[in-house]
Each structure stands twice: as structure tokens, then as C-alpha cells.
């Protein structure tokens, strides 16, 4: 009895050791480049993502609603988590595809939608990450891609998880009218400037 409450206890251990030591070679991103419905969709499709989320992030108010954020005054961006495999992809490639994705010229807009909650931000949580950031910022200055650069380089602080009606919204709503006239544009040119790492 004793020898097969230790093979549970050791066996449990193990599992539960496992799970952790797995979960630990994840890593965390966060940008907002407009509407998270379509900045989710994008980085769904990288291959070493591992699962997106929409929140809100970039703000003082705390755990703020949609309609708060669209207001404005919460000073929130819309904005998403991104949780990856920096052994399939790094965070230089995640920048990339965040400078590749959207247009970082236009000050609080993205397309039709305006408004701070729809401003440019990549967020940094290490000072390494921050050093990435500026030196792409730099390269597309310096290569004549942007003029300028109105994203803002924040570090991190808190992110809130949007409804859950937000989560996967062009998976869950390929007819709605924004995903098809706006969203659906935007990714597949996406898709055509990184089809190399694409799932």
C-alpha cells in the first residue's frame, strides 16, 4: 500500500511537472495596430503561435468594458495577447509581421476606424524586447519604407481579456459586413507578405 501511494504521489508529480515545464516555454506578446477582430485573425495564422487574445491594454481605467474603451476616455487601445513558441518563432518576427501588418503612419486610426483606441502600440516587457522594437522602427525610417512612425513604445503593464463575443470574432462572423469589407483586405495582403510563415 505504501509503495503504490508513493508510485501516485511520484507519477502525479511527474505529471503535474511536465505541464509546468511545457507551459514554460511559452512566451507573451502584446500589440494593438486597429480593430482586434482582425489584428487576432493575423497572428492566429503565424506558424509558433500558440493562441490569441483581444483585450484592451494601454489604459488607466480598470477591467474596462467595450463600450467604455470606444469612448476613449479609459485611454485604452484595443489590443491583443499573443502566446507563442520562441522555438518556432521569435519576437523580431512578431514585430515584423506588427510593422508588416498595419500602417503605422496614421496617428489614433487604422483604416476607417478612429479614435485612441485604435492607435498604434507595441508593447515591450523586457528592455531586449524595447531594443527590438526601436531598431525595426529605425530600419524603416532608414530604408525609406515610413517617413514616420506615430506607434508608441510602451512597456506592458496590464492587459484585460474583451468579452467573450469579441474572441475569434472573424471565425465566429465571416459574413459580417466589417470583416468582409475591411478585415478580410487587410489580412490577405498579410497573407501574401508573409506566406513564409504561415501555418
Given at each position: 500500500?505504501?509503495?503504490?501511494?508513493?508510485f501516485?504521489i511520484t507519477l502525479?508529480?511527474?505529471i503535474?511537472?511536465?505541464?509546468?515545464?511545457?507551459?514554460?516555454?511559452?512566451?507573451?506578446?502584446y500589440?494593438?495596430?486597429?480593430?482586434?477582430w482582425?489584428?487576432?485573425?493575423?497572428?492566429?495564422?503565424?506558424?509558433?503561435?500558440?493562441?490569441?487574445?483581444?483585450?484592451?491594454s494601454?489604459g488607466?481605467?480598470?477591467?474596462?468594458?467595450y463600450?467604455?474603451v470606444?469612448t476613449?476616455?479609459?485611454?485604452?487601445?484595443?489590443?491583443?495577447?499573443v502566446?507563442?513558441?520562441?522555438?518556432?518563432?521569435?519576437?523580431?518576427?512578431?514585430?515584423k509581421v506588427?510593422f508588416?501588418?498595419?500602417d503605422?503612419?496614421?496617428?489614433?486610426?487604422?483604416?476607417?476606424d478612429?479614435?485612441t483606441?485604435?492607435?498604434?502600440?507595441a508593447?515591450?516587457?523586457?528592455n531586449n524586447?524595447?531594443?527590438?522594437?526601436?531598431k525595426?522602427?529605425?530600419r524603416l525610417?532608414?530604408?525609406?519604407t515610413?517617413?514616420?512612425?506615430?506607434t508608441?513604445?510602451?512597456?506592458?503593464?496590464?492587459?484585460?481579456?474583451a468579452?467573450d463575443?469579441?474572441?475569434?470574432?472573424?471565425?465566429n462572423?465571416?459574413?459580417?459586413?466589417?470583416?468582409?469589407?475591411?478585415?478580410?483586405p487587410?489580412?490577405?495582403?498579410?497573407?501574401?507578405d508573409?506566406?513564409?510563415?504561415?501555418k
Amino acid at each position: 500500500m505504501t509503495k503504490y501511494l508513493f508510485f501516485l504521489i511520484t507519477l502525479n508529480f511527474s505529471i503535474n511537472t511536465h505541464f509546468f515545464d511545457t507551459n514554460q516555454k511559452f512566451k507573451e506578446a502584446y500589440f494593438a495596430s486597429g480593430c482586434f477582430w482582425c489584428v487576432e485573425s493575423i497572428y492566429e495564422n503565424l506558424k509558433g503561435v500558440v493562441d490569441v487574445e483581444s483585450g484592451y491594454s494601454g489604459g488607466k481605467t480598470s477591467n474596462p468594458t467595450y463600450y467604455e474603451v470606444m469612448t476613449g476616455k479609459t485611454g485604452h487601445a484595443e489590443a491583443i495577447k499573443v502566446i507563442y513558441d520562441p522555438e518556432v518563432i521569435n519576437f523580431e518576427t512578431l514585430i515584423k509581421v506588427f510593422f508588416g501588418s498595419h500602417d503605422p503612419t496614421t496617428l489614433n486610426r487604422q483604416g476607417p476606424d478612429r479614435g485612441t483606441q485604435y492607435r498604434s502600440i507595441a508593447f515591450f516587457k523586457t528592455n531586449n524586447e524595447k531594443d527590438i522594437i526601436e531598431k525595426e522602427i529605425q530600419r524603416l525610417i532608414s530604408n525609406n519604407t515610413y517617413k514616420k512612425i506615430t506607434t508608441e513604445v510602451l512597456a506592458f503593464k496590464k492587459f484585460y481579456k474583451a468579452e467573450d463575443y469579441h474572441q475569434d470574432y472573424k471565425k465566429n462572423n465571416p459574413n459580417d459586413i466589417y470583416i468582409l469589407r475591411i478585415s478580410n483586405p487587410r489580412i490577405s495582403k498579410f497573407k501574401m507578405d508573409f506566406k513564409e510563415i504561415l501555418k
